[in-house]
């Protein structure tokens, strides 16, 4: 166990439907990270924070791609009007070295 | 963007067999860390290295930060079932993010028993 929890597992969503996936951390870290994981490929950065500060986003990360972390705790990762091309694992992890939770297998139809 | 070059790209050795496993980069890191994951889950951190020509063990496994910071290897001693699943290497602190990991594109490891 990590101590990373992400919910929700899986989601299926139509094109063009909105989407909200949430990473809660079972203790207390600082540093949270968000990741995209395409079938054949490693994990690739999209954002991270240190606290509530969202202190560096990743290219990938357009403008339909929204991360929060409102109190320093939990955070989430929106994504609107979503395309075929979202389909992918989104990864949540914490911490200095990183400790990845379960991750949610977005799938767009 | 950034690439790491991770070998092989998949393995099938078997049970008892030791597996070695590298990544080599154009960029120099901090530090480098290697990952498990088995399907349908996230990656499983197994080992991280913090200096340049440090070797570390953690049970069974054993890796290396290359003295010139572009790359590291992994090895497996004395493999079971269990340790079949998809190793990632991972690269942190290179092209102006301290914080962000660069991933290889993995080893699929398949023990036959």
């Known amino acids: 166990d990590t101590g990373v929890s992400q919910d929700p597992r899986h989601k299926i969503t139509k094109r063009g439907q909105n989407v909200t996936f949430r990473c809660d951390p079972i203790s207390e870290h600082n540093r949270l990270y968000w990741y995209r994981q395409t079938l054949g490929q490693g994990p690739e950065f999209l954002t991270y924070f240190q606290n509530e500060a969202q202190l560096e986003k990743s290219r990938l990360l357009s403008d339909r791609f929204s991360a929060e972390r409102p109190k320093g705790s939990f955070s989430t990762l929106e994504i609107q009007r979503t395309e075929q091309g979202d389909s992918a694992m989104y990864l949540c992890?914490?911490?200095?070295?990183?400790?990845f939770g379960p991750g949610t297998r977005l799938t767009v139809t | 963007g950034q690439q790491l070059n991770q070998s092989p790209q998949s393995m099938f050795i078997q049970e008892g067999e030791d597996v070695s496993m590298n990544c080599t980069s154009s960029?120099?890191?901090?530090?480098w860390l290697w990952y498990k994951q088995d399907p349908g889950e996230g990656p499983v951190l197994l080992i991280a290295?913090?200096?340049?020509?440090e070797l570390t063990s953690n049970g069974r496994l054993t890796a290396q930060f290359g003295i010139t910071r572009k790359d590291s290897f992994l090895n497996i001693s004395a493999s079971i079932p269990s340790d079949v699943g998809i190793y990632f290497c991972a690269g942190q602190g290179s092209g102006g993010s301290n914080y962000k990991l660069t991933f290889g594109k993995g080893t699929l490891l398949t023990v036959n028993p």
């Open positions: 992890a914490m911490g200095y070295e990183q400790y």
């Open positions: 960029s120099i890191f901090n530090t």
């Open positions: 290295l913090y200096k340049a020509g």
